[in-house]
């Protein structure tokens, strides 16, 4: 019999685990235990797998501290995983779960990614995106209100203040009725031809154009004042001569201006004419056809002489002052234009009145003129 050496007997499967082996399994479950417990916990503290299994290389978020939770003593606290901390995180709201240990809830914070537009939140829900445009309404001018605003008169340069006819040029040129020329002058001392006169009317008085207008021999149709003529005539403010023309360069007389205002007028004549014209010393010089027109004119205030006032010179030329002094008279009297006092206005007592012996003997004089 053979003696063999001893040996350490082999341990059979049924032997059971050391006191070593059944520490460390007790270790391992509890390390796994610990990891669910704290992974659970922070799984509504916006944890994302699948973005931490697939992460945005060029992704960059901004986020808020995480609240520290603590854990209870009887857990182990896992070892942070620096790859879950570079994770990016989506937009989403974070509500930090309270811990035994905190005092304070923090309130939900909007997290936004550094690379988003900001949101622009409309003040008006209208459809139309200009009705949330502000905006004043733009004050409203009525018709009345325009023809009160009236420009300034034009300065001419020949035209001085102490002008006995200034007011009257000034009240006309602000509202476009008469203009000067290029130089900035008006020369109210020109005299003034009837085609002229026929343009200051059509621009003056806006009474519509009646049908009686005649075609003259001695005004085209290519005409610079045809049209301006042609107002007058149909207007009853002038007339053409009986051999059917015009003479539109002639120029007119300041009788003439005076019947052709109150004929376009239609004034009415005073009962008394001859008494009327007893205070111009020149009467005897109005032509017969005009006597009864120069007394109307006269009683309505239309006669305005630039020296005395007693000399009518009814058949010297009219100027230019004369004439836009008249005009203005004639649309005070229909209530466009305001008065202008002046001592150039004839009145009715600019004389003493004639007794009516010598009223009779100044009307047989006129009616016995030419």
Same mark, same amino acid.
């Given at each position: 019999?053979?003696?063999?050496?001893?040996?350490?007997?082999?341990?059979?499967?049924?032997?059971?685990?050391?006191?070593?082996?059944?520490?460390?399994?007790?270790?391992?479950?509890?390390?796994?235990?610990?990891?669910?417990?704290?992974?659970?916990?922070?799984?509504?503290?916006?944890?994302?797998?699948?973005?931490?299994? @697939?992460?945005? =290389?060029? #992704?960059? %978020?901004?986020?808020? $501290?995480? /609240?520290? +939770? *603590?854990?209870?003593?009887?857990?182990?606290?896992?070892?942070?995983?620096?790859?879950?901390?570079?994770?990016?995180?989506?937009?989403?709201?974070?509500?930090?779960?309270?811990?035994?240990?905190?005092?304070?809830?923090?309130?939900?914070?909007?997290?936004?990614?550094?690379?988003?537009?900001?949101?622009?939140?409309?003040?008006?829900? @209208?459809?139309? =995106?200009? #009705?949330? %445009?502000?905006?004043? $309404?733009? /004050?409203? +001018? *009525?018709?009345?209100?325009?023809?009160?605003?009236?420009?300034?008169?034009?300065?001419?340069?020949?035209?001085?203040?102490?002008?006995?006819?200034?007011?009257?040029?000034?009240?006309?040129?602000?509202?476009?009725?008469?203009?000067?020329?290029?130089?900035?002058?008006?020369?109210?001392?020109?005299?003034?031809?009837?085609?002229?006169?026929?343009?200051?009317?059509?621009?003056?008085?806006?009474?519509?154009?009646?049908?009686?207008?005649?075609?003259?021999?001695?005004?085209?149709?290519?005409?610079?004042?045809?049209?301006?003529?042609?107002?007058?005539?149909?207007?009853?403010?002038?007339?053409?001569?009986?051999?059917?023309?015009?003479?539109?360069?002639?120029?007119?007389?300041?009788?003439?201006?005076?019947?052709?205002?109150?004929?376009?007028?239609?004034?009415?004549?005073?009962?008394?004419?001859?008494?009327?014209?007893?205070?111009?010393?020149?009467?005897?010089?109005?032509?017969?056809?005009?006597?009864?027109?120069?007394?109307?004119?006269?009683?309505?205030?239309?006669?305005?002489?630039?020296?005395?006032?007693?000399?009518?010179?009814?058949?010297?030329?009219?100027?230019?002052?004369?004439?836009?002094?008249?005009?203005?008279?004639?649309?005070?009297?229909?209530?466009?234009?305001?008065?202008?006092?002046?001592?150039?206005?004839?009145?009715?007592?600019?004389?003493?009145?004639?007794?009516?012996?010598?009223?009779?003997?100044?009307?047989?004089?006129?009616?016995?003129?030419?």
């Amino acid at each position: 019999m053979t003696n063999l050496p001893p040996s350490d007997p082999k341990s059979s499967e049924k032997t059971a685990l050391g006191f070593d082996e059944f520490i460390a399994i007790l270790v391992a479950f509890g390390a796994i235990g610990g990891i669910l417990l704290w992974s659970f916990s922070r799984r509504d503290a916006g944890w994302n797998f699948n973005i931490v299994l @697939s992460p945005t =290389p060029n #992704s960059t %978020i901004q986020t808020q $501290p995480t /609240p520290t +939770v *603590t854990a209870p003593t009887s857990q182990v606290q896992p070892t942070t995983n620096p790859q879950l901390e570079a994770a990016p995180v989506p937009p989403t709201e974070i509500v930090p779960e309270p811990s035994p240990n905190s005092s304070q809830i923090l309130p939900p914070v909007q997290v936004l990614p550094l690379n988003s537009a900001p949101q622009i939140v409309p003040s008006s829900t @209208s459809k139309n =995106p200009e #009705s949330s %445009i502000p905006s004043s $309404p733009l /004050p409203l +001018v *009525t018709p009345a209100e325009q023809k009160s605003i009236i420009p300034p008169p034009i300065a001419f340069n020949d035209v001085p203040r102490n002008f006995w006819a200034t007011r009257f040029i000034n009240a006309l040129s602000a509202r476009g009725i008469i203009k000067g020329f290029p130089d900035y002058t008006f020369r109210p001392n020109q005299p003034v031809n009837r085609a002229e006169f026929a343009a200051i009317l059509q621009k003056a008085f806006d009474t519509e154009l009646s049908k009686n207008s005649v075609p003259f021999k001695d005004v085209s149709g290519k005409y610079w004042a045809t049209p301006a003529i042609d107002r007058a005539v149909g207007t009853g403010f002038l007339k053409g001569f009986p051999d059917k023309t015009f003479k539109p360069n002639q120029k007119i007389t300041r009788v003439q201006v005076l019947v052709a205002l109150v004929s376009g007028l239609n004034l009415k004549q005073p009962a008394k004419p001859a008494q009327m014209l007893s205070i111009y010393q020149d009467a005897k010089n109005i032509p017969k056809y005009a006597v009864t027109k120069v007394a109307t004119a006269t009683a309505n205030g239309l006669v305005i002489t630039d020296a005395n006032p007693q000399l009518l010179s009814p058949n010297q030329a009219a100027t230019r002052a004369e004439v836009a002094a008249m005009v203005h008279q004639a649309l005070v009297k229909l209530g466009r234009l305001d008065k202008i006092s002046s001592e150039n206005i004839v009145h009715r007592q600019s004389r003493p009145q004639a007794s009516p012996e010598q009223s009779s003997l100044s009307e047989n004089k006129l009616a016995n003129e030419p």
